[in-house]
């Protein structure tokens, strides 16, 4: 077994731009139209939302699923986001995932690993990265 039998690595913009030139203003439109149909062919269990950008895409793509996660990507008072907003299940691309959202690793001073973000819901998040769904 490969890591790409696993899990799945996309961009939300797949057009190409110098300096990525219009990325901010594409984001949305090419999440809504392409991220589904792109994430169902990928078997994973967990679905992680990485960095502010791909955390507005995301939330512009399925808006009906975020509709009750006002926090989601969002910094709570303690430095870490809110479990309640940042972990949950959710059917994308045709299939039950647990989606969770991390720090991009270019963010200062945040915790960008699974593990010391969510040191309470760690074990949740293994358990859906090794589910194959």
Known sequence: MTWYDEAVMTEVVHCKSNK???????????????????????????LVVVGKPAALAFRAAYPEALATKDNFAVES????PDPEHN????????KKRLVCFLWHRGSWGKITDLKR??????????????QRV
Do not use: K
């Open 117 to 130: 973000l969510y040191p309470q819901d760690f074990h949740r998040l293994q358990e859906a990265a090794g």
């Open 77 to 80: 008072e303690n430095g870490y």
């Open 87 to 94: 972990i949950f299940p959710m059917v994308i691309g045709g």
């Open 20 to 46: 990525e030139h219009g990325v901010p203003e594409a984001s949305a439109h090419c999440a809504s139209l392409h991220l589904d149909r792109i994430l169902s062919a990928a078997p994973a269990g967990l």
